[in-house]
């Protein structure tokens, strides 16, 4: 169980598309500072007032204050920002393991977080940096098998040559993950509609 202030919430521009994916916590920061609503799965919206009333009664996730509860929101709708800006993916553990699905790519098994590791394809002491090109997840058993050795010298292949994600594989991935039913709904507007890079 995450700590429910570290749970992802679906940022929309004012236009709703999904542009973004921030914490519970900035997501209250946002809602308290009245730059962004909360959207449900009717698409009502409420603002921090409001959305605490209707915390009184609702079942889910709450931050608990001395005073007053508050669910935690899955969607949020910012009020004034309508641009679509350019994604970046940020290169960290936990966006490796959802691009690379919890599977070795090296023998293809699908295993839990626990018993895969990080591997440079190029290994570091042959130069090879940290970067999307350049990492998989490899099972401990294909790892102790390519230990420090590129990919000719272990005669090892990859089952899909690493990139940098896009955004909304991402998303769906988390979506899947954490359960947010909610999420789909934009989120399969903003996959048909985002221009395509490549
Ligand atoms: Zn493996």
């Known amino acids: ?15 709703w598309m999904a542009i ?18 909360v959207v449900t ?15 009184r009664y609702a ?5 608990h204050t001395p005073h007053f509860k508050l669910l935690v929101p899955e969607v949020i709708l910012l009020r004034r920002y309508g641009k679509y800006p350019k994604h970046y993916v940020k290169f960290n553990r936990r966006n490796i393991y959802q691009r690379d699905n919890f599977t070795c790519q090296y023998c293809g098994k699908r295993l839990p977080r626990e018993d895969l590791t990080i ?8 130069g090879g940096r940290s970067n999307w090109t350049n990492v998989v997840l490899a099972c401990s058993k294909c790892n102790t098998l390519k230990g420090d050795l590129t990919l000719e010298e ?9 990139k940098e ?3 909304s594989s991402i ?17 399969d507007i903003a996959y048909w509609n985002i221009p395509l890079e490549e």
């Not at 079942?59 to 931050?63: D, K, L, M, P, S």
């Open 154 to 162: 272990c005669a090892m292949d990859l089952i899909h040559v690493p």
């Open 1 to 15: 169980m995450i700590n429910v202030l570290e749970r992802n919430v679906l940022v929309l521009n004012k236009h």
């Open 20 to 37: 973004h994916v921030c914490s519970a916590k900035r997501a209250f920061c946002l809602l308290y500072q009245d730059m962004a609503r």
């Open 165 to 167: 994600p896009h955004w």
């Open 59 to 63: 079942e889910g996730n709450f931050i």
């Open 119 to 126: 591997d440079h394809i190029i290994p570091r002491s042959h």
């Open 171 to 187: 998303m769906r991935r988390s979506m899947a993950e954490e359960d947010h039913y909610l999420w789909q709904k934009f989120i």
């Open 41 to 55: 799965d009717k698409y009502d919206v409420f603002d921090f007032e409001t959305w605490k009333d209707l915390s």
